[in-house]
């Protein structure tokens, strides 16, 4: 697992309760990729789903222009990142979870 800075930016386009686009991952060395990431351990509601737009709301105003890292797990089966992502201390997943806004998944 390894852990990587993510560059503020105010282009990260929260899809869902578990999915963000365009973050711009610092692998070190000068090396910056976009990224389409799955938040790991949850399943979000979708959009079309009872509290979809709750979840996805509460990521976005999280996230918002704050420092944030990630742990990379790898790859999903759509080929997106699958990340623990924090804001400061706060694991994203777990934030979640314990809100009744995501559910553990895997």
């Known amino acids: ?4 800075k993510v560059l503020p930016q105010p282009n990260y386009e929260v899809i869902d309760g578990d999915t963000i686009k365009n973050m ?6 000068g090396v910056i990729v976009k990224v389409k990431a799955r938040l790991a ?3 979000a509601p979708e959009l079309d789903e009872s509290m979809g737009p709750e979840a996805q709301k509460a990521v976005k ?4 222009g704050k420092k944030l890292r990630i742990k990379s797990l790898g790859l999903d089966k759509f080929g997106r990142a ?4 924090y804001v400061d201390d706060t694991n994203v997943s777990d934030w979640l979870i314990e809100r009744g806004l995501a559910k553990k998944y895997g």
């Open 1 to 4: 697992m390894y852990e990587y």
């Open 24 to 29: 711009l991952v610092d692998l070190g060395f």
């Open 41 to 43: 351990r949850i399943n």
């Open 61 to 64: 105003d999280l996230i918002e």
């Open 82 to 85: 699958l990340v623990e992502l």
